[in-house]
């Protein structure tokens, strides 16, 4: 007899799902409070506007893609995980590596890296395997 689909999956799939559904809600919040007045306004320019909706969609769609067992996500995270990097490093003016491991935004890029790593280790369980 089959098992439900939520018995076939470990916990940390759920949290890292959950963490998704939240990193897509606090983006969401984010533009529709202050985002969308900022770039119009000028405050915030349209790039940095689109890769924060972007890196966020990437996010909710990889973990979307963890739950439905889809090998793609580790892709989702990974480049969620690379144009944050890179972009949040082309904007920062300082030049202490210090200064940029304390901020925040470089915390929670630490937790997409742990995330992306899990999903990689996820491959090796069979876990993409099993239905």
Known sequence: ?????????????????FYCFIVLLQAGVW????GFEQTRFGDISISVFLNICVVALLMFVGGLMLLARKKSSSLCFILALALGVTFSLSR????????????PM????????GIWVYS????????????
């Open 120 to 131: 990689l280790q996820l491959r090796t369980t069979g876990y993409f395997l099993s239905k």
């Open 1 to 17: 007899m089959p098992q439900p689909w939520y018995n076939t999956r470990p916990a940390p799939v759920f949290m890292t799902v």
């Open 106 to 113: 470089f915390k929670e890029y630490a937790l997409v890296f």
């Open 31 to 34: 533009v529709v409070e202050e």
């Open 92 to 103: 920062m003016g300082s030049g202490s590596i210090v200064h940029l491991l304390t901020l």
